[in-house]
């Protein structure tokens, strides 16, 4: 944890003392809870992929479409499920041929 320094006014401090009496916490829990309200409230402004950290690198890739429209996307997923299909049926195929060896022999 990292420690911070901070100047208070005599209002500010004596409000933050009520606010740690009220609450049974410490200093130090007050201003971690202040914190992480004021990040919250920071964050419902951004979209999730804003709070994600963007866009996917490997979407951003200039040689492929950013699949931002639906026949780019429908594409890509075309060619993904083709190419599982391909790969699934060469490993029938081969396992097809084992057997027929097995049973031949």
């Known amino acids: 944890m990292n ?4 100047k208070f006014s005599d209002d500010d401090h004596q409000k933050l003392n009520q606010i740690c009496e009220a609450l049974h916490i410490d200093k130090s829990e007050a201003l971690r809870r202040s914190v992480q309200q004021a990040w919250l409230a920071l964050q419902l402004g951004r979209t999730f992929l804003e709070r994600a950290g963007g866009h ?3 979407l951003l890739n200039a040689d492929k479409p950013v699949g931002s429209d639906k026949a780019s996307r429908r594409k890509e997923i075309s060619k993904y499920l083709d190419e599982k299909r391909d790969k699934q049926k060469a490993y029938r195929d081969q396992l097809k041929k084992r057997i027929n060896d097995r049973s031949s022999s």
């Open 3 to 6: 420690t911070i320094s901070a």
């Open 56 to 58: 996917p690198k490997h």
